[in-house]
């Protein structure tokens, strides 16, 4: 058994005896259940800890996480966590959070083949065909990127206003709001991009659902 994977375990004792030292009753009330009113939709890369960044507790934050936080409608993954996030835990607010460097855009903006993943990059190189000519007047490749980065957050935040799921919520009076987030890995700040969704105004009627 290598050291890494022995040191993990004994990081796991550390860690519930700091809890417990701090609250005896740390676990028991986590075994009672959850009621979060938070989904995070994020990106799976390892700098960018959905609970860390919001300062939030075990118990406070549902997680989704796929590479450069898509959602792909029929990704039943995804569809399964919103669906209970949703309709189970009746969470009140949805953030889908990309981060600047994201590996997956990146690649999204070049040609070549890294492997299977290659067929989920294409999900996102659908989102760079459809703002192509403003994307393409940027000179600055960096400014680019960036941009990109966020534009690919705001139409994940469009996509999930578009599923049933979510339309079903806003019709039954539920009180649901989606938002969209870019992290800054470099700095450990969030940038809100101003994109709030909280009912089918803000679609186009061709999306707007009779349930």
Known sequence: MSEFYKQLLENNKKWVESKID????????????QSPPLLWIGCSDSRVPAN??????????????NIANMVVHSDMNMLSVLDYAVNVLKVKHVIVCGHYGCGGVKAAMGNASIGLIDNWIRHIKDVYRHHKTYLDSIVNEDERFNTFVEINVKEQVYDLAKTSIVQGA??????????????????????????????????????????
């Open 22 to 33: 701090n609250d005896p009753e740390y676990f028991t009330r986590l075994a009672e259940g």
């Open 52 to 65: 860390e960044i919001v300062g939030a507790q075990p118990g406070e934050v549902f997680v989704h996480r």
């Open 170 to 211: 806003w019709k039954n009076g539920q009180s649901l709001h989606l938002h969209g987030w870019v992290y800054g890995v470099g700095s450990g700040i969030v940038k809100d991009l101003g994109v709030n969704v909280s009912d089918n105004n803000d679609l186009d009627k061709v999306y707007r659902l009779s349930l």
